[in-house]
């Protein structure tokens, strides 16, 4: 499938897919994106404790980079784990102008090791970020009661229904923790009625710039 680097609307890059019309990130800015969604509706709820995140499509690497920045900031300790099941080619990852746009020249080694680490193993990039890949196809998660936060960042459900499935989200449910939460860009009824099926508490939240609104789910 033909792929290509798209800027989007706030500087940063993305990943195109034009036989698909999808893209790996908001072409209405993939950084205002990211933080929007998984930072402000997120991380942020999970303030000065050591967490877990999984990542459900690890993708270009973008929302692991801003989590590590954000350790940077507030010293929290994070175990970050990232799965995709088709990983970005190296020279398209490297690409990616994050760093610049993010104004972090000094972390452009840290953005380069995500990428180029080995995976299914764990490698502390910094005291407070010990980050694992896991190539791994999203049915295949089997953890329990792991993780604090997740990260849902899969193609969307116009492309790949099959991964905003309610076997999907069960896995979900069962791989955090109780009172763990879930975010996503996506706010599609059909999703939202997967989640609560799980046993989730579904909130809807307004979207990040090009979308009204997206979910929060947390396991009670």
Known sequence: MKREIIQTQDGSTTIHLPE????????HGAIQEAYHVFIKSGLELFKDKPIAILEIGFGTGLNAFITYLETKKSNQKIDYV???AYPVLIEEALQMNYVLELQAPEEQEIFSS?????W???HQLDVN??????QQFFQDITDINKFDLIYFDAFGFRVQPELWSLDIFKKMYAA???GGVLVTYACRSSIKNAML????T????????GKREMLRATKS
């Open 120 to 122: 299914e193993e764990n």
């Open 176 to 178: 955090l923790k109780k």
């Open 129 to 134: 970020f010990d980050f694992t890949k896991r």
């Open 82 to 84: 990232g799965v995709e």
């Open 202 to 209: 579904v909130e809807k939240l307004p979207g990040a710039p």
């Open 20 to 27: 698909w019309e999808e893209s790996y990130h908001s072409k």
């Open 114 to 118: 995500m990428h180029l680490s080995t």
């Open 197 to 200: 099926e799980c046993g989730f």
